[in-house]
């Protein structure tokens, strides 16, 4: 008794203890309205502003207000007003009174005008409930205008002195005025149109996923700031520039190895071609400056100014450098003004102040209006309409003829009953069977995929569009890392210079009244569920409809050629602007190409012309009886000219070429009109591909169209840069 005595005596121990292990969760998903109450999450823009035609990127912070331990998901569903856009799920959190900083990363969103909403649902998913948290409105950009982020990196507020720019003592915001294009005397923008936001960011908030770059149009970034950056957010802040992302870097020292390797590879610092030099203090000392204290540098397809002294922001140095940066046309003209901060904003009204025209609306190409149109595999045919005439013969002969005769003949009409539904279903099953021959038993995949280089051949940006061609209406899952998919956007394509919100521009050049059911069209196929920490490490879920097409976006800074992929064996270094501007060296170069890629199409684009390796020829449209592309380039003059309704290219690979010249080298329409280039968006269509201003003699494109295998097409573009 005495043994069984002290063995019961560590059962209210145990007890206990398992009580305390199982009681929170029991509770808690038993009483979903304590947790609501307890629970409370609170979202923000990452930076003060949003910019448009780009992800979306959050800052979500859960706080939970008990000591007790609560397991689950936080789940976020978007909403253009009452459409349905996308879901974010995050990975199992656990919380115990304390809170839980989580960034997200959504897709681009659509807003026609100010009437829509923005909206995230919030929600929070334990084992046994769903519990609503609220809805949140996020003021997210209106489509046709245009916001540019600029954000200034430094570790103190913006009102305090920022001794890395100089300007005169009454303007504490010269620096911040010079970088606004909508105040600058010599262009011709308006604020309707087009707003720079300036916005502050301290070093430690600076993204360590060069993805997480996107939000941002340009970079400023002050001694101060980059002395307190680490070697992940150097290392991705290179990343950005050499994807086509610009920044403005003051600093007159490089303490530690990760500040002078994102030095020389902002300025493409090299033993062959020495740029900049580290004295015994580690003082930066500039080579050849472009000017008194500068230099710019052109690292992969980004643009780049590194300074060792504070720059005077009153300069016609700077107000150059500032265009520069921003990418405007080389066509454009600076300001009369040698101090652009004290650029004269105009605040009479408007003549017409029912103007409500946007002139940088976005203006989809007619290549990218076609994408999903050539993209689709050859192999993919309809069934024939004699094969669906004998089908529909042979079953009206079963079952009228056939099942009466031949029933009457043996007495057995009642069998109808069974012959009837027997012949339906076999009929059923063989025209399913004859379908799947002709369609095939297997999703398809085609892709046209752009991949950027740096100077010495590295892979600096992929943007890959993807087309699904499902056999069967399925749901799919994919893991990603490191990159950002997004669904391939459908706009209305306006034909004129402005656009008009509440009302889109049709095919025929006429205006239709935008209607909220619009919405549904605007993505190619379903919302993505996206799961996981996006873009480091997340899956995505889409629903995939049988036999119709879906297009996506893939989008990754860096990257690594395969082993086995020829185009890493070409020389891409050795291509000099001096040699390819000339016949003689062009033809040299495409013959290197062609030793390892022998069906490539070669073409060097310039600001008067396009040298190619054979020209792009027309045909008549094929049977298939796809819609044609709208323009075509001439490859000799590089002019643009519309093409008859019935025609098209000759070869698929022809097709590819087309589109990338016009993605390339953009003509002079929407935001194109200003800028020749744009910062890396990773959004749903072709607006951050443009490279070449076609008004810049100083520079060349070098394009390489391949089709690695069926229905794969890859281009390759570098873009140089005459030597200063």
């Known amino acids: 008794m005495k043994r069984l005595r002290n063995r019961c005596q560590w059962l209210p121990a145990l007890l206990l203890f398992l009580g305390i292990a199982s009681w929170p969760t029991e509770l808690y998903s038993q009483s979903p309205e304590i947790v609501r109450k307890k629970l409370r999450l609170t979202l923000a823009s990452a930076v003060d502003s949003i910019r448009s035609q780009s992800p979306i990127l959050l800052d979500a912070n859960l706080a939970w207000s008990s000591p007790r331990l609560l397991e689950?998901?936080?789940?976020?569903?978007f909403y253009v007003d009452s459409t349905h856009r996308g879901t974010w799920i995050s990975q199992e959190v656990a919380l115990s009174d304390g809170e839980l900083p989580l960034r997200l990363m959504l897709p681009p969103a659509l807003i026609p005008d100010e009437d829509f909403k923005y909206t995230v649902r919030a929600e929070f998913l334990t084992e046994d409930h769903t519990i609503f948290l609220d809805d949140?409105?996020?003021?997210?950009?209106?489509?046709?205008?245009?916001?540019?982020?600029?954000?200034?990196?430094?570790?103190?507020?913006?009102?305090?002195?920022?001794?890395s720019f100089k300007g005169p003592d009454e303007r504490p915001f010269a620096l911040q005025d010079s970088l606004r294009l909508e105040?600058?005397?010599?262009?011709?923008?308006?604020?309707?149109?087009?707003?720079?936001?300036?916005?502050?960011?301290?070093?430690?908030?600076?993204?360590?996923?060069?993805?997480?770059?996107?939000?941002?149009?340009?970079?400023?970034?002050?001694?101060?700031?980059?002395?307190?950056?680490g070697p992940e957010q150097l290392t991705a802040l290179a990343d950005w520039v050499e994807a086509g992302g610009r920044v403005c870097l003051v600093s007159g020292h490089a303490d530690t190895s990760a500040h002078q390797a994102c030095l020389r590879r902002l300025l493409e610092d090299s033993p062959l071609n020495p740029v900049l030099q580290l004295d015994g203090d580690r003082e930066l000392r500039l080579l050849r400056p472009h000017a008194a204290n500068w230099r710019r540098g052109t690292p992969g397809v980004g643009r780049a100014i590194v300074s060792t002294e504070p720059i005077d922001v009153r300069s016609r140095d700077w107000a150059a450098a500032v265009y520069w940066l921003w990418g405007i046309r080389a066509d454009q003209k600076l300001p009369e003004?040698?101090?652009?901060?004290?650029?004269?904003?105009?605040?009479?009204?408007?003549?017409?102040?029912?103007?409500?025209?946007?002139?940088?609306?976005?203006?989809?190409?007619?290549?990218?209006?076609?994408?999903?149109?050539?993209?689709?595999?050859?192999?993919?045919?309809?069934?024939p309409f004699s094969t669906v005439?004998?089908?529909?013969?042979?079953?009206l002969l079963a079952v009228a003829?056939?099942?009466?005769?031949?029933?009457?003949?043996?007495?057995?009409?009642?069998?109808?009953?069974?012959?009837?539904?027997?012949?339906?279903?076999?009929?059923?099953?063989?025209?399913?069977?004859?379908?799947?021959?002709?369609?095939?038993?297997?999703?398809?995949?085609?892709?046209?995929?752009?991949?950027?280089?740096?100077?010495?051949?590295?892979?600096?940006?992929?943007?890959s569009f993807e087309l699904t061609f499902a056999n069967t209406s399925k749901t799919r899952s994919e893991s990603f890392q490191s990159e950002y998919v997004t669904p391939f956007e459908y706009r209305a394509s306006a034909s004129s210079d402005s656009f008009t919100p509440g009302f889109r521009y049709n095919r025929t050049g006429r205006v239709s009244q935008f209607s909220r059911y619009d919405l549904e069209d605007e993505l190619s196929g379903k919302p993505f569920v996206y799961a996981g920490r996006v873009p480091t490490r997340y899956s995505v879920t889409r629903q995939l409809e049988q036999w119709s097409p879906q297009l996506q976006r893939r989008t990754a800074f860096t990257g690594e050629w395969a082993p086995n992929n020829p185009a890493a064996r070409i020389p891409w270094s050795e291509a000099t602007f001096d040699q390819l501007r000339t016949e003689t060296g062009f033809q040299e170069w495409a013959a290197k190409v062609r030793r390892d890629l022998p069906d490539a199409w070669v073409a060097v684009v310039s600001s008067r012309s396009v040298q190619s390796t054979q020209p792009l020829e027309q045909q008549q449209s094929a049977s298939r009886n796809r819609p044609p592309l709208e323009l075509v380039v001439d490859p000799a003059t590089g002019e643009v000219t519309p093409l008859a309704e019935s025609e098209t290219f000759a070869t698929r690979l022809e097709q590819a070429a087309h589109t990338a010249l016009q993605a390339s080298a953009r003509d002079e329409t929407g935001l194109f009109q200003l800028v020749a280039q744009i910062a890396p968006n990773a959004a749903g269509n072709f607006e951050d591909l443009a490279l070449l201003d076609r008004t810049d003699d100083s520079a060349l494109l070098l394009l390489v169209v391949t089709e690695s295998e069926a229905g794969r097409f890859q281009v390759y573009r570098r873009l140089l840069h005459e030597a200063p």
């Open 337 to 383: 003004t040698s101090d652009p901060s004290r650029a004269v904003v105009d605040d009479e009204p408007d003549e017409n102040m029912f103007d409500f025209t946007y002139r940088f609306s976005p203006d989809p190409l007619a290549a990218e209006s076609a994408l999903g149109n050539w993209l689709i595999p050859d192999t993919i045919e309809g069934v």
């Open 183 to 229: 105040t600058n005397p010599g262009l011709d923008v308006r604020a309707r149109d087009l707003s720079c936001r300036i916005v502050s960011v301290l070093p430690g908030d600076l993204p360590r996923s060069p993805l997480e770059f996107v939000m941002f149009d340009l970079l400023i970034v002050s001694d101060a700031g980059f002395d307190r950056l």
């Open 72 to 77: 689950g998901r936080l789940r976020l569903e």
């Open 136 to 163: 949140y409105d996020v003021a997210v950009p209106i489509d046709p205008k245009r916001i540019l982020i600029a954000g200034i990196v430094h570790p103190f507020d913006l009102v305090q002195e920022n001794g």
């Open 401 to 463: 003829p056939g099942d009466y005769l031949l029933l009457g003949w043996l007495r057995r009409r009642r069998w109808t009953w069974i012959l009837f539904p027997s012949v339906a279903v076999a009929f059923t099953l063989l025209t399913m069977k004859i379908a799947q021959s002709h369609i095939g038993q297997t999703d398809s995949l085609t892709s046209l995929e752009f991949v950027d280089l740096t100077a010495d051949g590295r892979i600096a940006r992929t943007s």
């Open 389 to 395: 005439c004998v089908l529909l013969g042979l079953c």
